[in-house]
């Protein structure tokens, strides 16, 4: 059964809706300077001072997002269907982020002459933290705190797509397994957080750790030259090492092996380089750093690198 509505209890109801939602209701002239503001816009902490002419709609909306929104605020005074709704960062009097969402609709009088336009915005925040929140636990290692091999695979996708130089290198404790069968799985948990935060402390502000198997932990080191990866890796394996020197020879003995390899063309050679110089690590004896090597032939495009070393 349809609502037949007159304009006097239209005027009644936008009233209604306006003063008790939490909904920002916006009215708009045709350039989008605003005409009324529902009483949620100062709730929400926007306060404009008195003007001969009002603030513009992009008054409340952060810059990087500005032409987004006057492009939404535009396709609904030209008549376009209704889009969806748009997300953007506000600008607020305590200068804090916040998330809205904007739907925007034209208005038009009696003879169908458009003369402004009407826009309801609604505070995300809280969906925005909960999708956040999700995110981040989908992206990381819940043992360690670093992230997880699905996070590591999509960083280092992206590194080489933009054609970011630096290198990889892969960490693998010693002997991880004979650890958890002789001293129990919470042990091994223990020896795993200790190693990640020791990762974590000696790399550098810009590069990010990633555990992507259950002893092995992967470095991105972006921008890192072959000769600075082998110092910032050889120093972490040797400094595992006199971890255990210095605590007597009662402590547990853990070291760990490492292998680097520059950034390939693709993410499975990257991968593949970097994997070999680990197992070249481990059977040279464990608890020491191999570095990938590659020499290209002249004619190399496309060929197989050479591994030196």
Not at 5 to 24: F, H, K, M, V
């Amino acid at each position: 059964m349809g609502a037949n509505i007159t304009p006097q209890e239209g005027s009644a109801l936008y009233r209604l809706l306006a003063e008790n939602t939490s909904d920002i209701i916006l009215k708009t002239d045709c350039q989008g300077f605003i005409l009324h503001a529902s009483q949620a816009l100062e709730r929400m902490g926007f306060v404009f001072p008195s003007m001969l002419i009002g603030p513009h709609i992009l008054d409340l909306v952060h810059p990087s997002c500005a032409d987004t929104v006057r492009l939404e605020h535009d396709a609904a005074i030209s008549g376009q269907p209704k889009g969806n709704w748009t997300e953007f960062p506000a600008l607020t009097r305590d200068s804090s982020e916040r998330w809205f969402e904007i739907q925007v609709s034209r208005l038009t009088d009696e003879q169908d002459q458009v003369y402004g336009a009407l826009s309801v915005m609604r505070s995300i925040d809280e969906r925005r933290s909960f999708e956040e929140r999700l995110f981040a636990a989908c992206m990381t290692d819940q043992l360690t705190g670093v992230t997880n091999r699905k996070a590591f695979m999509n960083m280092l996708q992206n590194l080489l797509d933009e054609g970011t130089d630096g290198c990889l290198a892969l960490f693998d404790i010693d002997h991880f397994k004979t650890v958890n069968m002789q001293h129990g799985p919470a042990v091994g948990d223990e020896v795993l957080v200790v190693f990640s935060d020791l990762l974590r402390t000696m790399i550098r502000s810009e590069d990010v750790v990633s555990r992507i198997g259950d002893e092995t932990f992967a470095v991105l080191l972006k921008g890192a030259t072959a000769d600075k990866a082998e110092t910032v890796c050889q120093r972490i394996v040797s400094t595992l090492a006199e971890i255990h020197r210095s605590s007597g020879p009662g402590s547990l003995a853990i070291t760990a092996s490492a292998g680097v390899a520059r950034f390939g063309d693709t993410l499975d050679q990257t991968l593949k380089r970097a994997e070999l110089a680990l197992f070249f690590a481990k059977a040279k004896g464990r608890n020491r750093l191999e570095m990938d090597r590659v020499v290209l032939t002249p004619a190399s495009a496309g060929a197989v690198p050479n591994r030196m070393g």
